[in-house]
Nanobody, 122 residues
Framework: QLQLVDSGGGLVQPGGSLTLSCAAS???????IGWFRQAPGKEREWVAC????????NYADSVKGRFTISRDKVKKTISLQMNNLKPEDTGSYYC????????????????WGQGTQVTVSS
């Protein structure tokens, strides 16, 4: 059974960079892995997704051009490289898996990491 553990959050200044990592145990081959974030008092927001087998990616408009999602098939990790961070990127970030295809809504994502906090502040 697939399990996910995410890590890599921290405090960073506006304009800075951070890389989040999602480690998979089990076989992620038939899954799409997404990253979500949730700010205090707000709904969980889809950020990006990668289809594990093909490597095809999708991004929310709010992060397009700043964030890059990728996967390492040998290490079974999914990374989210975040550049030019803004205060509005602050929140708890979660990786999550759903079968087969990416979806830009929280539908069908039934395996979740525990979350990692990202704070963008000067």
């Amino acid at each position: 059974q697939l399990q996910l553990v995410d890590s890599g959050g921290g405090l960073v200044q506006p304009g800075g960079s951070l890389t989040l990592s999602c480690a998979a145990s089990g076989d992620p081959l038939n899954y799409a892995i997404g990253w979500f974030r949730q700010a205090p008092g707000k709904e969980r927001e889809w950020v990006a997704c990668i289809k594990y087998s093909s490597g095809s990616t999708n991004y929310a408009d709010s992060v397009k051009g700043r964030f890059t999602i990728s996967r390492d098939k040998v290490k079974k990790t999914i990374s989210l490289q975040m550049n030019n961070l803004k205060p509005e990127d602050t929140g708890s970030y979660y990786c999550a898996a759903r079968l087969y295809y990416c979806m830009s809504r929280n539908v069908g994502y039934d395996v979740w990491g525990q979350g990692t906090q990202v704070t963008v502040s000067s």
